[in-house]
């Protein structure tokens, strides 16, 4: 299976290392994983170093539509497009829908979360909301709190979005060394969102 993951931002910061995490070990899997980043950052270092495909698309300003079409031809030959944030949802979704291509999107946080950080917090919530309600087959909530706002204040329905925790690479703790399991959490948050995706994608009626 060909993933691509969708990020805007290179930070190392909680998005891109709970990315990072789940594509090390999808890739241990046999799956065809990689990402495309916005922006460039020190986070691309450790994806290589991880041996993770990485392509830099630059996006140019907040809501450069042109590389919605630019991008698309880069998804398609997608089996599942997945994107993380607001900017990354706002391009990437449209493109992977231009492409006919299926799109999980992962709330890590709401934009709304980072009171104070950025004047665009209306417009990133709006973002948030169009594209998770007409745009996307199905949303991924890192927690139980993140996954109730998303309902109540992105007006999602509740049977389209599921809870799966981050990825944990239990190896970088030396006291669980014997227990770690990296390659088996991640394969259990790619099946739930696997099935999550099936169900959305079912006609209605059927379960």
Same mark, same amino acid.
């Given at each position: 299976?060909?993933?691509?993951?969708?990020?805007?931002?290179?930070?190392?910061?909680?998005?891109?290392? /709970?990315? $990072?995490?789940?594509?090390?070990?999808?890739?241990?899997?046999?799956?065809?994983? =990689?990402?495309?980043?916005?922006?460039?950052?020190?986070?691309?270092? @450790?994806? &290589?170093?991880? +041996?993770? %495909?990485?392509?830099?698309?630059?996006?140019?300003?907040?809501? @450069?539509?042109?590389?919605?079409?630019?991008?698309? &031809?880069?998804? =398609? /030959? /997608? @089996?599942?497009?997945?994107?993380? +944030?607001?900017?990354?949802?706002?391009?990437?979704?449209?493109?992977?829908?231009?492409?006919?291509? %299926?799109?999980?999107?992962?709330?890590?946080?709401?934009? *709304?979360?980072?009171?104070?950080?950025?004047? $665009?917090?209306? $417009?990133?919530?709006?973002?948030? *909301?169009?594209?998770?309600?007409?745009?996307? @087959?199905?949303?991924?909530?890192? =927690?139980?709190? *993140?996954?109730?706002?998303?309902?109540?204040? &992105?007006?999602?329905?509740?049977?389209?979005?599921?809870?799966?925790?981050?990825?944990?690479? $239990?190896?970088?703790?030396?006291?669980?060394?014997?227990?770690?399991?990296?390659?088996?959490?991640?394969?259990? #948050?790619?099946? #739930?969102?696997?099935? /999550?995706?099936?169900?959305?994608?079912?006609?209605?009626? &059927?379960?």
């Amino acid at each position: 299976m060909k993933i691509v993951h969708i990020l805007a931002t290179a930070d190392r910061t909680g998005a891109e290392i /709970a990315v $990072l995490n789940l594509n090390r070990a999808l890739r241990e899997q046999g799956a065809d994983a =990689s990402v495309i980043f916005f922006r460039d950052g020190a986070v691309l270092e @450790d994806y &290589r170093a991880a +041996g993770i %495909p990485c392509v830099l698309f630059p996006v140019g300003g907040k809501t @450069d539509v042109g590389a919605v079409f630019r991008l698309s &031809r880069a998804l =398609s /030959a /997608a @089996d599942v497009v997945h994107t993380h +944030g607001a900017r990354a949802m706002f391009i990437g979704n449209l493109a992977a829908k231009w492409a006919r291509r %299926p799109v999980l999107t992962t709330f890590h946080e709401l934009s *709304t979360a980072k009171i104070g950080s950025s004047r $665009l917090l209306q $417009l990133y919530g709006t973002i948030e *909301t169009v594209m998770a309600r007409f745009f996307t @087959d199905h949303c991924i909530a890192n =927690s139980d709190a *993140t996954r109730n706002d998303v309902i109540l204040t &992105r007006h999602v329905p509740a049977d389209k979005i599921t809870r799966i925790y981050n990825t944990v690479d $239990l190896s970088r703790f030396h006291l669980l060394q014997e227990r770690a399991t990296p390659r088996v959490l991640a394969g259990s #948050a790619h099946c #739930a969102a696997s099935r /999550a995706l099936r169900r959305a994608r079912r006609p209605r009626g &059927r379960r």
